[in-house]
């Protein structure tokens, strides 16, 4: 099938990203991931596979964690994201970063953006999960380096340590 | 090869009735997209053949969990997040709360829709055994009106459906005269989240005094449609459960299914499989029977 010549209309879309107001020229079918790494310059959410199975480009969309790779950008159209280079200013995050530190959370990193925006988005739920919880809440990220015990480790701490604050 | 998106066209009618609208002047050139987390793995891999989307991830009415004395009514766009966090679903529906809650990883769960599940029609699909045993209906929607189907007969082939080319998925009705049901799920896989199923299962029934009064059986995984066995409940219906029931509703549903081997599974597994979760299922039957 050719493509028409229709098809190929670049639209406006307008949403924020990390507080900021944003507005991009781009195709309505370019990843959000695309997006925010190529037009935005937020390398920070990577991708893994491309198809949803290791969360390594997670970001936050009205507070819902998703996979950027599996979102056409117009349908982020007047969203609120929010990716790694925003969380910094997250009630959790030093706690989050001080455990992942102590526990040995963080090899390489490649999955590490999307490890900390799944642990937030869990512990916003869920301040005090069971371990069962935290597997669960971090069971759509993939770790080649960690072998995940230091990673469900390091959330769990940082719950203990948010909560006694 | 990676798709291009300047091949593509995504519009956002924004309300249901411009959606059918749009659907009904061009059939079949228009494939709706909700969560996207089946469509944009195909766009993504170079492999999407429709070149024209249409977005139904915000229509509000499609997005609705409506409860009815008689029935819930789940709109199609709910996702498995939705799911799980509704009440009377997770009390009178479990085999649907935990099917949602091992679908994909939670990021995909907040994407995802039991409507999109349905029309993507994999047989491997986690929610749709439990659709079958609840007696699903579903509503279909085009400009020319709606019509309600039986579940059961809304897969007509390995990935073929009763959809007309003009038509959408509406909304998913289960009808409650179930929560005093005992209910069974399980998914074999390589784990629960993300994997996809080598064989899923869902079973509700009721007993008393040791004989089954009703059960409802439906595998994954196991034939080119998500399966209900038919011949292997007409078996049981009325029968005292005993070892050698169990052995025979074993027989019967490896007669039933139609497995294949894949890169997920081998045929000889996925049937020695189902067989036992029939019979795990049978046996928390009896199990529960007994206490109830």
């Known amino acids: 099938m050719n493509p028409s010549p229709e098809l190929s209309a670049k639209c406006k879309v307008f949403f924020t990203v990390n507080g900021e107001a944003v507005k991009v020229l781009t195709y309505p079918m370019e990843r959000l991931l695309d997006v925010l790494r190529n037009e935005l310059g937020l390398t920070g959410a990577k991708e893994g596979c491309g198809e949803g199975e290791c969360g390594s480009c997670a970001v936050l969309l009205d507070g819902m964690l998703v996979n950027s790779c599996l979102i056409p950008v117009a349908q982020a159209s007047r969203a609120s994201i929010v990716t790694i280079e925003g969380i910094s200013a997250h009630a959790l995050i030093k706690s989050l970063q001080q455990a992942f530190l102590e526990c040995g959370g963080a090899q390489c990193g490649i999955c590490t953006p999307g490890m900390i925006l799944a642990a937030v988005h869990l512990l916003e739920k869920k301040p005090k999960p069971a371990m069962a919880e935290i597997r669960e809440g971090l069971s759509g990220n993939l770790c080649r380096c960690t072998g995940y015990m230091q990673i469900f480790e390091a959330v769990e701490r940082a719950a203990q340590s948010s909560v006694a604050k | ?292």
């Open chain 2, 1 to 292: 090869m990676r798709a291009d998106p300047a091949d593509y066209k995504l519009v956002s009618p924004g309300n249901l009735q411009a959606v059918l609208s749009l659907m009904a002047a061009e059939p079949a050139q228009w494939l709706p997209i909700a969560g996207g987390t089946d469509v944009m793995v195909l766009y993504s891999a170079g492999k999407l053949t429709s070149r024209k989307l249409i977005n139904i991830w915000s229509i509000p009415e499609l997005r609705e969990i409506e409860v009815f004395p008689e029935s819930i009514r789940i709109g199609a766009a709910c996702t498995y997040t939705a799911l799980r966090g509704h009440e009377i679903i997770s009390r009178e529906f479990p085999l649907l709360a935990a099917a949602a809650s091992w679908t994909g990883g939670i990021a995909n769960q907040n994407r995802g829709t039991l409507g999109g599940n349905i029309a993507n029609a994999s047989p491997a699909a986690d929610s749709l055994p439990a659709l079958l045993v609840y007696d699903a209906e579903l509503t279909l929607i085009s400009e020319r009106g709606e019509r309600r189907v039986p579940y059961r007969t809304f897969h007509t082939g390995y990935k073929q459906t009763a959809l007309a080319t003009d038509e959408l998925i509406r909304s998913i009705s289960l009808p409650r005269r179930f929560s005093g049901y005992i209910s069974y799920a399980r998914k074999v896989g390589a784990r629960n989240a993300q994997a996809i199923s080598k064989v899923c299962f869902a079973g509700l029934g009721q007993v008393s005094n040791g004989t089954i009064r009703e059960a409802h059986l439906a595998l994954g995984s196991v034939a080119p449609v998500p399966l209900r066995l038919n011949e292997t409940e007409r078996m049981l219906t009325g029968k005292k459960i005993e070892i050698s029931l169990i052995d025979a509703a074993r027989e019967s549903a490896v007669s039933e299914i139609r497995p294949i081997d894949d890169i997920r599974s081998t045929a000889q597994y996925r049937a020695a499989a189902a067989g036992n979760l029939v019979a795990e299922f049978l046996e928390k039957l009896a199990a529960e029977g007994v206490k109830a």
